[in-house]
């Protein structure tokens, strides 16, 4: 990471470069401005970086590092061996000497070819000190000792790329999941296999059972259950059908679709989230900028520390210079902050991976961070605590007719209307299978209702203000129209100018992770939530006290909204808010984190939120504040450990404790164990 980082630096002073971005995670280099390949190349060759530019297959020697990093380990070990056992054996330094000499170059190749290019440039990175420490070692006759750190370095060196490799694998395993070909209907030649680059807008794909998606599109033939876990996270497949809009990377279940592209291949779900988790790994979190910080001001400390132990006990105390050469030595080996650099961006980058595997993206580790520091958080209502579609809760005969015929009457009224009451109630006659006549002399009434003449019949739908404007009043509808209200339910009164035929009453039905989720978001100390929505005061104390949230406020603007959560942080602190990315989008900016609902089904919400939860699933945001909360104690855990180390390890020097292999142990094994330990946030799993 740190090597990383200079390498950026670096490529951004070329130039002509205007800017340079390094994600060392996914290995991807983005440079602005006017450069030649060639000059970018050797920036890359100085830290033993392989440049291709994007699009060029990878070649063999690139794809093989691993295994070349593996025998050049054996051979240094197979050398360090053969040195050790002929200096115990023959005792002849023209034996073992040039043996111990060949485990130094085989171990410490790379290392020294990477401080050739850094020495000169005053960049004193782990390289060049790890260079300095085993030439000082030679130069005073510790061959073996140098033997043994090039080897040791080297095996460091391996187990980090493989730690790294194993945080690398969740965006691959992202990257993985489209297939990249689609069988498209091609006529006159029928069914053929296209790879995805070539598939335009308005292609018709077709998707067997039990095969992968390969592009977005719309349903336009068939029906059949999708299994979008690698999108939305959700466990149980989704029924869908002609309409339903479906992903790239999702599994067709059951039945042969036939589905029209809607998105390239570029602008898929699955690219945006891949390109969204690269951008957000590459992102410096709060706690990733502190540690570079400290590091800058701590490696030159140190480094000063190594020339004062190895000048002042010779020059102004008389003490040979060989023992403190060799603390100097050991002390510069340790000086390189490697396990401190790593400590955050690898915690960082798993946590980030695995949140993505699991339907929620994190734009960032500063937002991830942010997730787990909030004190309250603010909910819409409509699309987030509710499904966001008015169902038909109740239908209250109040003259001679049946629920059934009042029903029949209002659908055959509704069904010319596109409200979403209308259509609620057209859902409800349709699923219990009743059959209206077609209705005459439709007029809708703007803000009140609508009219019409039904069986011969000139009937009237819509609220209570209609009613009381046709003079049509009843003191026990009237108390149960209040009653009603109060329960949170929209009413809807059906009649003529005689009288009241009946009450239809609609409500926004509540998801049912939405207690579960809120009450869980209680356990974990969220100590404030709050409901924010435009409906009326009676419809949002009905909601709040049915989900559990501590306070509401009703008939806001959007703009109230922004006032609502600028007022909130004031109040409590870090306020999240959570909303469907739309009309929520000024609050969801506002707030100190904001998580969009359904990112899967919205760009808006992808692009407007710091945190998107790909499915309508409010019991995944419990899991990200327990991610983000893993994550920063694995964060200290790392810092204080790789303090810990560095104390002890400077603090031996002085007795002459520290070897020069004990301080490469230290240092590298400390390096590959926050490594590991931050790669343990990729286990990390929602609690069913």
Known sequence: MDCAAKFEKNIAALPGVTRASLNATVGKLIVQGSVSLDAIRREGKNENYTIIPDGEPQPEQVQAGSNWELIRVLAALAALLAGYIAERVTGSAA???PLFVAAIATGGWGNFRKAFYSLPRL???????????????????????????????????MLEAWTMDRARQSIRQLMDIAPKTARMISL???????????????????????????????????????????????????????????????????????????KLVQDTTIAKIINLVEEAQAKRAPSQAFIERFAAIYTPIVLLLAVGIVL??????????????????????????????????????????????????????????????????????????????PTVTDVIPTGTRSGQELLQIAAALESRSEHPLALAIVRTAAARQIAWDPVEDFKNITGRGAQGTVNGQKVYIGNPRLFEELGVTSDLVNEQVSRLQGEGKTVMLVGNRQGFLGIITAADEVRKTSKTALAALKKLGIRHTIMLTGDNEATARAISARVGVDEFR??????????????????????????????????LATASVGIA????????????????????????????????????????????FALVIKAIAVLAVFPGWLTLWL??????????????????LMRLKPEE
């Open 95 to 97: 034996v073992y000497i």
């Open 312 to 389: 002042v006990p010779p020059l102004l105390l008389g003490y040979d210079w060989g023992p403190w050469i060799y603390r100097g030595l050991a002390l510069l080996v340790v000086s390189c902050p490697c396990a401190l650099v790593v400590s955050t961006p690898v915690a960082i980058v798993s946590a980030i991976g695995n949140a993505a595997r699991q339907g929620v993206l994190i734009k960032g580790g500063i937002h991830l961070e942010g997730a787990g520091s909030l004190t309250a958080i603010a909910f819409d209502k409509t699309g987030t605590l509710t499904k966001g579609i």
């Open 554 to 587: 009703a008939e806001l603007l959007p703009q109230d909204k922004v006032t609502a959560i600028r007022a909130y942080q004031e109040q409590y602190g870090n306020v999240a808010m959570v909303g469907d990315g739309i009309n929520d989008a000024p609050a």
């Open 597 to 640: 609902m359904g990112g899967a089904g919205t760009d808006v919400a992808l692009e407007t939120a710091d945190i998107a939860l790909m499915a309508d699933d409010l019991t995944k945001l419990p899991f990200t504040i327990s991610l983000s909360r893993a994550t920063l104690k694995i964060i200290r855990q790392n810092i204080t």
């Open 663 to 680: 301080a490469i142990l230290g240092d590298m094994g400390a390096t590959v164990l926050v490594t590991l330990n931050s790669a343990r």
């Open 188 to 262: 006159p030649a029928g069914e053929v296999d296209v790879p995805v680059e070539e598939i335009r807008v308005g292609d018709l794909m077709v998707i067997r059972p039990g095969e992968k998606i390969a592009m977005d599109g719309r349903i336009v033939k068939g029906e059949s259950a999708i299994n979008q876990a690698s999108i939305t996270g959700e466990s149980a497949p989704v029924e869908k059908g002609p309409g339903a809009e479906v992903y790239a990377g999702t599994l067709n279940t059951s039945g042969t679709l036939e589905v029209e592209i809607t």
């Open 123 to 157: 960049d004193f990175n782990m390289s060049v000190l790890m260079s300095l420490a085993i030439i000082g070692a030679m130069a005073i006759g510790e061959w073996e000792e140098g033997a043994v750190v090039a080897f040791l370095y080297a095996v460091s060196e």
